[in-house]
Structures are given as structure tokens and as C-alpha cells.
T-cell receptor
Framework: EAQVTQNPRYLITVTGKKLTVTCSQN?????MSWYRQDPGLGLRQIYY???????DKGDVPEGYKVSRKEKRNFPLILESPSPNQTSLYFC?????????????FGPGTRLTVT | AQSVAQPEDQVNVAEGNPLTVKCTYS??????LFWYVQYPNRGLQFLLK??????LVKGSYGFEAEFNKSQTSFHLKKPSALVSDSALYFC???????????FGTGTRLQVFP
């Protein structure tokens, strides 16, 4: 089954404790992206990657890191999480770029930073 | 700057009635427009898209959307709403001049029995 998986689905952590949210897709998609969803703000892009070893900042990259060492994986790293990063995070992938291809979304990771 | 507006936070409609969820956009260049739906505790699912061609596009679950260039709108419609259509709907746009997909803030659709 074609899908985007994220782990963990739920995470509660404390300020400053490094964490990684994994994202993996099995569709051989070139493009992958991370979004955060906050009430009243919709989805905002954090980082995206056009292909292996190619990453770019989205609209809200501060406090986040990503890497794209393999085509299927695109982990999101919070080196020193803060409460304002409490949010619902989605990973997405698509063929090539987003211009004409719809994105496939993972189930989401709900992160709480205390 | 590229932007998407969904002017209604919530739309309420009775089952069986037609529904419309509004979306307007602002881009430089030609727009590519998308609608996504999010059911509770799920990720976003693609509904439909406009790239070029016929202004009326049909998508999943009986939804359709009409691209109106003069009004810069891409409203989502369905002739007869179902209770199971209740969800959060997002409009998104990308233009031929950029490589970033921008989402609206979402509209919650509530269909009452």
C-alpha cells in the first residue's frame, strides 16, 4: 500500500530535550516536505526537499533541522524544543515538485513541549 | 506575495442540500489549485486539482470545484451534502513562478442530519 508513515504519532517532551520525528514514504517520490498545523493558521511549511541531499527552508524553519540522505526518508529534528513548537506536524511527499502533482500526507505527529 | 484565503471558518449545511466552501487566491503567474480534506485524527487527503483546461474540475467523493480566473476563486462544491462530508477542508495554491505550495487556514464543514 502506498503511504507516508510518521513516528511517533504522539510525543510529550520537555524543553530542550532533542527529538526526531521520522517520516518515510514507499512511493519513490522525489519531493518531501514538513508542515506544522496550528489552529487559525492552517498548514505552514517548515522545510522541503526536492531530492536526496537537497533541502530548502519553508516559511517557518526556525528551530528545526532536516536531512535527506535517502530518497524514502525525511526526518525532522528539533535540537532544543520549546513550548512554541507544540503543534501537529505532517510529513508529505509527491512526485517531482508540487507544481502539478498532489501531495500525499502522513497521519500526523502531535507534539507537546512542556 | 502568494496567498490563499478561506473566508469562512465554518460552514453548516443540512444533509441533502448543496454545499459551497469558498477559496480565493493571489499569485503571480498561472495558478495551480488544490483542495484537500482532513478527517478527524487523520492526515490531509487530496480531493481535486486545477492545472489547466476545463474550469470545472471533478474530484473524489462527488466534489467539484470551479476555477474563476477573473474572480481569482476556486470554490469547492457538492450538489448534495452527506453527514460523512463533515471535515476540515483546505484550499492550496502554487504558481508557475514559485515552488512553494501555500495552504489556506481551513474551513470546517459541518453537515447536519
Amino acid at each position: 500500500e502506498a503511504q507516508v508513515t510518521q513516528n511517533p504519532r504522539y510525543l510529550i517532551t520537555v524543553t530542550g530535550k532533542k527529538l526526531t520525528v521520522t517520516c518515510s514514504q514507499n512511493m519513490n517520490h522525489e519531493y518531501m516536505s514538513w508542515y506544522r498545523q496550528d489552529p487559525g493558521l492552517g498548514l505552514r511549511q517548515i522545510y522541503y526537499s526536492m531530492n536526496v541531499e537537497v533541502t530548502d527552508k519553508g516559511d517557518v524553519p526556525e528551530g528545526y533541522k532536516v536531512s535527506r540522505k535517502e530518497k524514502r526518508n525525511f526526518p525532522l529534528i528539533l535540537e532544543s524544543p520549546s513550548p512554541n513548537q507544540t503543534s501537529l506536524y505532517f510529513c508529505a511527499s509527491s512526485l517531482a515538485d508540487t507544481g502539478v502533482y498532489e501531495q500525499y500526507f502522513g497521519p500526523g505527529t502531535r507534539l507537546t513541549v512542556t | 506575495a502568494q496567498s490563499v484565503a478561506q473566508p469562512e471558518d465554518q460552514v453548516n449545511v443540512a444533509e441533502g442540500n448543496p454545499l459551497t466552501v469558498k477559496c480565493t487566491y493571489s499569485v503571480s503567474g498561472n495558478p495551480y489549485l488544490f483542495w484537500y480534506v482532513q478527517y478527524p485524527n487523520r492526515g490531509l487527503q487530496f480531493l481535486l486539482k486545477y492545472i489547466t483546461g476545463d474550469n470545472l474540475v471533478k474530484g473524489s467523493y462527488g466534489f467539484e470545484a470551479e476555477f474563476n480566473k477573473s474572480q481569482t476563486s476556486f470554490h469547492l462544491k457538492k450538489p448534495s451534502a452527506l453527514v460523512s462530508d463533515s471535515a476540515l477542508y483546505f484550499c492550496a495554491v502554487i504558481s508557475t513562478n514559485t515552488d512553494k505550495l501555500i495552504f489556506g487556514t481551513g474551513t470546517r464543514l459541518q453537515v447536519f442530519p
